[in-house]
């Protein structure tokens, strides 16, 4: 997991929205682009890169690709941001 993958890939409002209606519910990117006034390869691209980002993850389900969020890696973010905040209160105790 690379922390400067999943902040870029979290800069963008249009990923930040993807994400959230995958935290609701599994979707194909047929469903998403009901969601949002961008052709279909600007969604592709914006997938693409949480996917590289391991934000979210895939599944074929016959001539489906299901999207799904990762929250393993989100676990693991939050995990790596406290460390660091954490070794930076410490740093200042010093």
Same mark, same amino acid.
């Given at each position: 997991m690379s922390l400067d993958a999943i902040f870029q890939a979290l =800069? *963008?409002?249009?990923r930040r929205q993807i994400?959230?209606?995958l935290k609701k519910k599994d979707l194909t990117p047929g469903e998403l682009s009901e969601s949002f006034?961008?052709?279909?390869?600007?969604?592709?691209?914006?997938?693409?890169?949480?996917?590289? =980002? *391991?934000?979210?993850?895939?599944?074929?389900?016959?001539?489906?690709i299901i999207y799904s969020?990762?929250?393993?890696v989100f676990d693991e973010m939050v995990s790596a941001v406290m460390g660091v905040f954490k070794v930076a209160k410490n740093?200042?105790?010093q």
């Open positions: =800069a *963008d409002p249009t994400l959230t209606l006034p961008i052709t279909k390869a600007s969604l592709s691209h914006h997938l693409d890169i949480l996917k590289r =980002a *391991d934000l979210v993850v895939t599944e074929r389900q016959g001539q489906f969020l990762n929250v393993s740093e200042g105790r």
